[in-house]
């Protein structure tokens, strides 16, 4: 059964070789972008570019996030919605919308 199976299946062998090879591609580079001496080296660089001006201290913080959210696995931290003063709310629409004909 297991020779008949091999032949039937033989077409597509390249088919399942390029998706073992792609899967071993894509372990190698979930491993070395998660490495820790990878990750070291960007917050580095982002560093030396916020030093030398071709970042500002905002832009810095989001790409330092997106590189630590890749090394947690990314997991970020959502800031809560802030909250407008009661004054600053916008006046809820109370009105009821009456049941007009069936169309």
Same mark, same amino acid.
């Given at each position: 059964?297991?020779?008949?199976?091999?032949?039937?299946?033989?077409?597509?062998?390249? +088919?399942?070789?390029?998706?073992? +090879? +792609?899967?071993?591609?894509? =372990?190698?580079?979930?491993?070395?972008?998660?490495?820790? +001496?990878?990750? !070291? !080296?960007? *917050?580095?660089?982002?560093?030396?570019?916020?030093?030398?001006?071709?970042?500002? #201290?905002?832009?810095?913080?989001?790409?330092?996030?997106?590189?630590?959210?890749? *090394?947690?696995?990314?997991?970020?931290?959502?800031?809560?919605?802030? =909250? =407008? #003063?009661?004054?600053?709310?916008?006046?809820?629409?109370?009105?009821? =919308? !009456?049941?007009?004909?069936?169309?």
């Amino acid at each position: 059964m297991d020779l008949l199976w091999a032949l039937l299946t033989l077409p597509y062998a390249p +088919v399942r070789g390029l998706t073992a +090879v +792609v899967g071993v591609v894509a =372990r190698e580079a979930e491993a070395r972008q998660r490495n820790p +001496v990878n990750v !070291r !080296r960007e *917050l580095e660089e982002l560093d030396a570019a916020a030093a030398a001006g071709h970042l500002t #201290p905002e832009e810095r913080d989001r790409a330092e996030q997106r590189v630590l959210d890749r *090394l947690t696995g990314g997991v970020s931290r959502q800031r809560p919605p802030q =909250r =407008r #003063p009661a004054g600053e709310r916008g006046v809820r629409d109370v009105r009821r =919308r !009456r049941p007009g004909p069936a169309t």
